[in-house]
């Protein structure tokens, strides 16, 4: 039971109980036109039973109930009960009234509400919203219209149908059992008054904001229900905005911070939130267009290039029925790949995106019996969720897809309130045998044989271990449990007896987002080192999600069964490299003790002396640290310490022209500089100093009115990953200072 894709982008979902017309009170006559011209007005409805319906045409719970509401409409008519529908969005306007009741075939009145006069009336806050008026006007009942639909939830039928009832009882004479209810869905788009004082504006900061964090969902075309590319397109959801960002719905990062730096990390920073809530609290005032960022271009159709190769999932389109939940659908697909196949990009793109959640592609061995993407003996190729990225490799890196092997897509739909069709396809890039250098592997961590006890709220379950059976670089990690699943934990366990290692913590996972966490630098796993899964499962009724918690849960591909699957993908490493070992422990690094050995070494040199062997010990991968200053042509090497092996080769001085020498030019910027391969770097002093090293980083310093350049080098080519340039620029500075 999983709540369609548009609910599940959660920029929409909560509880309330809001103050408005109180059950009881007479509602005073207003009067409205619909998208038509047509004025509509409660004195003309005679004394008919009226159900007025606040709605709007991107909330995504309005997707289901708007054409819910013309079921009841059809069953009641005959009985006095009309239902009207009112869009009080500031952002919705009559064309798209228009296109909204022609794509869900209405036939009852939807009229605007300009400035929200009438939404301020009845206190409605939220969409889709309902009130039930009797004959005389009075408020019989306000909230729900059933409880089929929630956030993150999608039963396969409503079980309580709080309208309905309603308006049965009150057809019948008798006084309405439950009269109120707490309204669930998106936030009215009220007209808001902006503060023309406010230092927060959407031109100056919101949207940078919402172009790094938002628009690549939000925006034409894309798994978002509404744009948030223009501030005409963003005003009418601010409240709604600061309400999801400030919960962390919004994006959908489920991360806890300080494990591990992830490439793709979404989440917002505390500031950024402080940004977006002031900005609506001052109106979310526009400010000066003139001081909007630049637009960001989008690359059109395929995200890695031209494929080399499009598989489809399906010769026919599926279908996709409007409601309810769709169970996993599975095709298996022969590509005729009759050799092997080094895959170094994919991308799995959904051929409809208003109800493709996510698509997970395996590939399947001829030698391989089984069918699911999930079978303990498959292997993951690609997949994509809201807001991932393609699978794209870095140069040299590719997985393998054996000859004569099948695709399977597992396909995820989640029907939007129209029926549609759908047929996915995975585009590949390839690259030539001889150029791969490293095989990435998608292996797991898995339990198979769990069980999980009826109305157990935190039961706790490990993976089977899996064993690095030689030294390995981790790249990404992707959990995958199903809706009990709670939360979920890797946890690396090191051969060596250094501590075990947090790799990734979920604390809230969520089935709706099927996220994957990218690590920001490969992390190396030396042999024997295991990786351990572990998970908690929610089979209580507090878990809106559950579909039964009286059922004793296993093992199984459907949702309202569980898995317990930690992948990550890995390469493996047949000699680690002395900056895979630093990246492995950074964690670990006594930064305080750092700083202490590097404060003041500029100054003497045997403290630089310490410093560096300091270093060398927290940065194996660094071969020499300089001090250099540039004056009357010469490039003077004032402090030096390197290992032995590279003394006599690189002391010394240069005497040459300034045009011939690259450092004098490092000096005077304020930014760091590194090479990742000193082969393509210009310059006599790079050419004397890659005789013997591969990469470097450099970090300019003002010292006694002299402007230098302190340099880390290294005999290993991209010995300065972010993480070690961040370490460096730290100490920098504190090298200098007396």
Not at 233 to 239: I, K
Not at 638 to 660: I, N
Not at 679 to 697: I, N, T, W, Y
Request: aromatic share 8%; charged share 25%.
């Amino acid at each position: 039971m999983i709540l369609a894709r548009w609910l599940s982008l959660a920029l929409l979902l909560a509880f309330v109980a809001e103050c408005g017309a109180e059950v009881g009170q007479k509602i005073d006559d207003f009067e409205l036109r619909d998208f038509r011209g047509k004025t509509w007005s409660l004195r003309e409805s005679g004394d008919r039973t009226i159900v007025l319906a606040f709605l709007g045409t991107e909330c995504p719970l309005v997707q289901f109930y708007a054409k819910r509401l013309e079921e009841l409409q059809a069953e009641y008519a005959e009985r006095g009960v009309v239902v009207v529908g009112i869009d009080s969005n500031l952002q919705d306007s009559l064309a798209e009234l228009a296109s909204f009741a022609r794509r869900h075939d209405l036939t009852y009145p939807l009229l605007k509400d300009p400035g929200n006069r009438v939404a301020d009336q009845l206190g409605a806050e939220r969409t889709p919203e309902v009130f039930l008026l009797d004959r005389q006007r009075h408020v019989r009942y306000r909230g729900r219209i059933d409880d089929q639909y929630t956030y993150g939830i999608a039963r396969t039928k409503p079980t309580q149908r709080y309208l309905r009832d309603a308006i049965e009882a009150l057809l019948g004479n008798r006084p309405v059992a439950l009269a109120e209810t707490e309204t669930v869905g998106c936030h009215i788009g009220r007209v808001l008054t902006p503060q023309t004082d406010s230092d927060v504006t959407y031109s100056n900061q919101i949207a940078r904001i919402f172009q790094q964090r938002c628009v690549e969902c939000h925006r034409p075309g894309e798994i978002a229900p509404f744009p948030l590319t223009t501030y005409e397109e963003t005003l009418g959801w601010a409240e709604m905005i600061d309400e999801v960002t400030s919960e962390r719905r919004m994006p959908p990062w489920h991360a806890e911070p300080g494990h591990q730096q992830y490439a793709n990390d979404a989440h917002l920073s505390d500031e950024e939130l402080r940004t977006i809530r002031k900005w609506v609290a001052a109106g979310a005032p526009e400010g000066d267009p003139k001081e909007l960022p630049q637009p960001v271009q989008f690359t059109e159709g395929w995200r890695i290039g031209e494929p080399d190769r499009i598989v489809w999932m399906s010769e026919k389109s599926f279908s996709v029925p409007a409601e309810g939940e769709v169970k996993y659908q599975y095709f298996t697909v022969d590509p005729k790949f009759e050799t092997d196949m080094w895959v170094q990009a994919a991308e799995c793109r959904p051929g409809n995106r208003a109800v493709v959640h996510h698509i997970i592609v395996g590939i399947k061995s001829p030698n391989e019996d089984q069918d699911g993407v999930h079978g303990v003996r498959s292997e993951w190729l690609a997949a994509t969720a809201p807001g991932a990225q393609p699978m794209i490799l870095p140069s040299g890196q590719a997985k393998l897809i054996p000859a004569r092997s099948k695709l399977v897509f597992q396909m995820h739909y989640t029907p939007n309130g129209t029926k549609q069709t759908d047929r996915s396809s995975i585009g590949l890039r390839f690259i030539e045998a001889s150029a791969v250098k490293h095989r990435v592997a998608t292996h797991k961590a898995i339990n198979t044989r769990f069980r999980i006890p009826p109305h157990a709220a935190n039961h706790k379950e490990t993976t089977r271990p899996y064993t690095f059976g030689s030294a390995g670089y981790l790249v990404s990690m992707f959990p995958h449990m199903h809706l009990r699943g709670k939360s979920f934990t890797y946890v690396a366990h090191f051969p060596d007896g250094r501590p075990d290692q947090t790799l990734l913590h979920v604390p809230r996972y969520d089935f709706n987002w099927q996220n994957g966490y990218l690590l920001k630098e490969p992390m190396l796993m030396p042999k024997g080192t295991q990786i351990v899964c572990d998970a908690v499962f929610d089979n209580s009724e507090d878990n809106l999600a559950n579909p039964d918690p009286k059922q004793t849960v296993s093992w199984g591909d459907q949702t309202d069964e569980e898995m317990m699957i930690g992948y990550f993908d890995i390469y493996d490493a047949e000699d680690a490299s002395r900056t895979q070992e630093f990246i492995g422990r950074l964690d670990q690094l006594q930064r305080k003790s750092l700083a202490d050995a590097a404060r003041g070494s500029l100054h003497a040199e045997r403290q630089f002396t310490r410093f560096a062997q300091q270093l060398r010990l927290a940065m194996p991968q660094v071969d020499r640290v300089d001090w250099t200053v540039h004056e009357q042509r010469k490039l003077k090497v004032l402090l030096v310490a390197q290992d032995a092996s590279t003394r006599r080769t690189l002391l010394g001085q240069l005497v040459t022209s300034d045009a011939e020498m690259a450092l004098p030019t490092v000096a005077s910027q304020t930014e760091p500089v590194v090479h990742a391969n000193l082969a393509s770097v210009p310059g006599k002093d790079f050419a004397h100093m890659r005789r013997l090293m591969a990469s470097s980083a450099h970090f300019p310093i003002e010292l006694d009115g002299k402007r230098g350049v302190i340099s880390f080098w290294s005999t290993e080519r991209n010995a300065f990953p972010d993480s070690a340039v961040k370490l460096l620029q730290e100490l920098a500075p504190i090298m200098a200072t007396p």
